[in-house]
């Protein structure tokens, strides 16, 4: 499972860079803009300079509207300014035709300047409090809109989590439609160490955090600690460790 984390700011990405032999994805956002608000093109490229050049960067186009042109047009800034991996919250699509067809434009703005980027169609685990898209239809949406990977996170962070409103075998089936579309798997949500035992068993490719790694586990106003990541990797490892172990032994 691949580690992703989320600063807010070039200041917290350095603090991220200390951490770097911990994570694997460095997620460029602005949360004071929403749960995957977009940040500057600018702020991108810094930390895309600031981090180490073997780690991706990854960067939220937005909790975007129902626009595919406004969106795919933002998606090529998200990649022109550095980021490989492009995550798009399908904030305002009520249908999954409408999903479909922004991520399609995604898609081509993205590949067409470089075809080695990912695009990560993400919807929310709590979609049914801001009326978008069913968290079960975002593989098929990834899928039939040729993106890498499908993702959920949650829209609303008042301390609701992914499982809250996911729970971790409706979580398993993401996982398994995503799969079977041969697509990546990103599961988010004001995740915190005790959901890493299920995450690890039901496969997730990508597990997305901020909070969990914020001081005071608090991320508005804490700040992302080198240590707190270089912990959670501690753990994420001992449950890899222990699931090859237990799959080990059932074979
Ligand atoms: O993409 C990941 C999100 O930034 C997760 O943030 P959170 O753990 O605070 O919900």
Known sequence: MLLLISPDSVEEAIDCAKAA????IVDVKKPDEGSLGANFPWVIREIRDAVPA?????????????????????????????????????????????????????????????????????????????????????????????????????????????????????????????????????????VKVADLGALTRIGTDIVGVRGAVCEGGDRNTGRIQPQLVAAFRAEMDRHAREHAASVAAAS
């Open 21 to 24: 032999e911990y994570l694997d």
């Open 54 to 190: 073997d780690k991706p960067v990854s960067a939220t186009v937005g909790d975007v509207p129902y626009k595919p042109g406004t969106v795919a047009q933002a998606a090529l800034g998200a990649v022109v300014s550095g980021a490989t991996y492009i995550k798009v919250g399908l904030y305002g699509c009520t249908t999954p035709e409408q999903a479909v067809e922004v991520m399609r434009g995604v898609v081509r703005a993205v590949k067409d300047h470089r075809p080695d980027a990912l695009v990560v169609a993400s919807g929310y685990a709590d979609a049914h409090r801001i009326g978008c898209v069913n968290p079960l239809a975002l593989p098929d949406i990834a899928r039939r809109s040729g993106c890498d990977a499908a993702m959920l996170d949650t829209a609303i962070k008042d301390g609701t989590r992914l499982f809250d409103h996911v729970p971790p075998d409706v979580c398993a089936q993401f996982v398994r439609l995503a799969h079977e579309a041969d697509l990546l798997a990103a599961l988010a949500g004001s």
